[in-house]
Every structure is written in C-alpha cells, then in structure tokens.
C-alpha cells in the first residue's frame, strides 16, 4: 500500500535575494493552483506554513470565499480542491497535526534547486511513497529558498529539476506540478504506443 502524501508551502524562514531570512507573503495564485494539483495527485492535506496572523487570516477569507459563500456555489471544483487546506504556523505544527491524523511522525522532503549529502532521486523517493508505511510530508519553499539550518534537519532533498539550459529558477507552483506529477503520477513511461 502507497504512503499518504502530504505537501507543505513554507513561507518563513526562506531567503530573500540578499540571502537574508525573512517571512514571505502568501499569494493567491499559491493557495488556488497548488490546492488544484494537490487535489488532483491525491495529496491527504495541503499545508501553507505561515507564522503572522495576518497571512492565515487572508487565506481564511479565502476558503470562506469559496468553500461557504458565493464562490462554492460559482466553482464547486475550487470548493473541492480547497477541501484539503489547511493553514499552520511552522513546519512543526504540520509535523504533529499529520503525526496526530496517521499515528506516526512523517518521512519530511524537501526540494531545492542545489545538492546537498541527503538529496535522492525522484524515483528513488517514489519507491519509498510506494511501498513505504510511513507518510510522507514534502515541502517546497518560497522566496529563494528554505533557510539551510531548517534543510538540514529533512530526512531527503530530492534533486534539482532540469531543463535542457542553464537558467533554473521555477516559480513554486510549477515545481509542485511537476515533482507531484513525478512522484505520484502515471507511470507514461510503462505503457505501450
């Protein structure tokens, strides 16, 4: 039997350009979008990791939006794919409420545009997701980056992805599609033409 599959959207603490760690705004495009893909790869609970009030509150109003007024009745899809949010002020909390809901702290991955000792392959990771017992929590970071001290206690960092040139700086919704797509995906790959 497959692991459970969590994923978490962490805004603080990430670097900024200057490589100072700071708290990033959540934006709406983030909420909307990724809840979408993570509904669509099945993915138990999707987690924005914010520590200010003020943040939680606006995607409260968010949910409310489209999950109790006009907004559920208008997009039925968004209310169900906002079905799976869930907001939390660290990366702690979400540890404990999936330790709580499955009996058993999560395997925590995380991704990055650079390799570190602990990162491993995607198919790796989805042999673990796969045949693995425990669940699994995979966070993505905001801004340019997890802060490296917070990184370094992950269980894995799954490697870089790559395009065919030299630039590499996805926006985080897009690396969610295609890690999910990686991980949790069909195998295209087995299927005959």
């Not at 650079?114 to 045949?131: D, F, G, P």
Request: with cysteine.
């Amino acid at each position: 039997m497959a692991a459970n599959v969590y994923l978490g959207l962490v805004h603080y603490p990430i670097y900024n350009k200057n490589y100072e760690v700071i708290a990033t705004a959540i934006t709406n495009f983030d909420v909307h979008d990724i809840s979408r893909t993570a509904r669509t790869y099945s993915i138990k609970r999707y987690f924005v990791i914010h520590p200010l009030d003020s943040q939680a509150n606006l995607v409260r109003e968010m949910m409310g939006y489209w999950q109790e007024g006009f907004g559920s009745e208008y997009n039925p899809d968004r209310k169900e794919a906002l079905s799976i949010l869930d907001i939390v002020p660290d990366i702690k909390a979400a540890v404990a409420k999936i330790t709580e809901a499955e009996g058993v702290a999560p395997i925590i991955v995380t991704t990055d545009a650079r390799l570190y000792k602990n990162t491993v392959s995607y198919k790796h990771m989805r042999s673990m997701i796969e045949t693995g017992d425990r669940p699994c929590l995979v966070l993505f970071g905001t801004g340019y980056g997890m802060e490296r001290e917070v990184m370094a206690g992950f269980d894995y960092i799954l490697e870089p992805i790559y395009g065919p040139g030299d630039y590499n700086h996805l926006c985080v919704r897009s690396a969610v599609a295609i890690i999910l797509d990686r991980l949790l995906g069909e195998p295209w790959w087995h299927k005959a033409e």
